[in-house]
């Protein structure tokens, strides 16, 4: 009953803003394919799943004027973007989700070299599933249209990803994604 409960929830909430759910779910798709690249088990890319589609949830929480904004962002709006990993971490904490999933929505922007968001977390530090919704999250967030960009080719997020393997990015995880599209 409570995973009934958690799911309505979410999906509430995913539902206030549909760019946000379609994001979450593509990401998923490509989190799962490079998951199972990455030979991870059935429970493992269940985990995967569901925490790439909720990985944004935080945005929710945020203005939508900000969120939907169509030019640059001033420098108070984008420390509030920011914020949107630590607050989908407490909103998932707070109704009681795996600690997986919640600590993707925290991890999702850090960087293995420490450059990332919200803690600059390194290398090992750095939850090995969030890694795989880290690479999936900018690819899907190139090649998809943003309100202040249009989309950008595939060959333009390979490249991104594949210069940026051992900097930014896993090793492990960029190969599998390059081996899956």
């Known amino acids: 009953m409570e995973d009934l409960r958690l799911l309505f929830l979410i999906t509430k909430l995913l539902n206030k803003n549909k760019p946000i759910l379609h994001h979450g779910w593509r990401v998923a798709k490509l989190a799962y394919a490079i998951g199972g690249k990455m030979k991870y088990c059935e429970a493992g ?16 929480q945020l203005p939508p004027g900000v969120i939907n904004k169509p030019g640059a962002l001033d420098e108070n709006e984008r420390v509030l973007i920011r914020r949107h990993a630590e607050l989908g971490y407490r909103l998932l904490k707070f109704v009681k989700s795996d600690l997986i999933v919640a600590e993707v929505a925290l991890q999702h922007h850090e960087r293995l070299d420490g450059s990332g968001y919200p803690f ?20 899907d967030t190139m090649v998809s249209p943003q309100v202040y960009r249009p989309a950008l080719s595939i060959k333009k997020a390979l490249k991104e990803i594949k210069q940026n393997s051992g900097l930014l990015y896993d090793p492990e995880v960029v190969a599998a994604t390059l081996a899956v599209i």
């Open 45 to 60: 890319l269940e985990h995967i799943r569901f925490a790439a589609i909720v990985h944004d949830i935080g945005k929710t």
């Open 120 to 139: 600059g977390l390194k290398a090992k530090d750095i939850n090995p599933v969030s890694r795989i919704i880290a690479v999936a999250d900018v690819v």
